[in-house]
């Protein structure tokens, strides 16, 4: 059990469009969602937390209008990086969770902006 | 604000040999703890948790972690290890709490085996 899974596990984009990552929990409902980026040698930083039906809350320095996140159902958050530029490149890992529990990760999703 | 320490950025150890992976963590009461572990290009595994009661924990892959709560550590520990070990580990902290916290990770420990 506790399945997350992420879509697509990799991605190239041109610089200045928009790229939409999913990320699922396959076998429970998730309240919560989170967002991390992860660039090449280093450690997870988090982007934000989203919780089911409200909006989501960014960490300092992370540009809402630019990374839109969206958690419409309990099984369901989305990542949209808008014109993405060649600097958004990186290693980005959901992870999700239910009330009071563990949170289980999401395979990443690698993009590339070319 | 919590913080997490793994002081360790690189180990290297046999085939066969022990391990014990360091982790310290700074917080005002016992926050709950996490070991991950990421394979190159993948995502991030559970190892084990520590939430409260007994501080030694038993985790998946025959790791286990003892909480030393005098010394704010959570090290992480393996009796003999398998090439397949070979991965990135991850300590992390949550605020305890009754819904799904914030994690604050460590820098990570790249664990190289040796055959």
């Known amino acids: 059990g506790a399945v997350v899974s992420q879509h697509p596990s990799r991605v190239i984009c041109k610089s200045g469009t928009s790229v939409k990552i999913e990320c699922r929990s396959l076998?429970?409902?998730?309240?919560?969602m989170f967002w991390y980026r992860q660039f090449p040698k280093q450690s997870l930083m988090l982007m934000a937390t989203s919780n089911e039906g409200s909006k989501a809350t960014y960490e300092q320095g992370v540009e809402k209008d630019k990374f839109l996140i969206n958690h419409a159902s309990l099984t369901l958050s989305t990542l949209t990086v808008t014109s993405a530029h060649p600097e958004d490149s990186s290693f980005y890992i959901c992870?999700?969770?239910?009330?009071?529990?563990?949170?289980?990760f999401g395979p990443g999703t690698r993009l590339l902006v070319l | 604000a919590q913080s997490v320490t793994q002081p360790d950025i690189h180990i290297t150890v046999s085939e066969g040999a022990s391990l014990e992976l360091r982790c310290n963590y700074s917080?005002?009461?016992?926050?709950?703890l996490f070991w991950y572990v990421q394979s190159p290009g993948q995502g991030l595994q559970l190892l084990l948790k520590y939430f409260s009661g007994d501080t030694l924990v038993q985790g998946i892959k025959g790791f286990e972690a003892e909480f030393k709560r005098s010394q704010s550590s959570f090290n992480l520990r393996k009796p003999s290890v398998h090439w397949s070990d070979a991965a990135e580990y991850f300590c992390?902290?949550?605020?305890?709490?009754?819904?799904?916290?914030?994690?604050?990770f460590g820098t990570g420990t790249r664990l190289q085996v040796t055959l």
């Open positions: 992870s999700a969770a239910s009330p009071g529990e563990t949170q289980y």
């Open positions: 917080y005002g009461a016992t926050p709950y």
């Open positions: 076998d429970f409902q998730a309240t919560t």
């Open positions: 992390a902290v949550g605020l305890p709490g009754g819904t799904a916290s914030k994690l604050t």
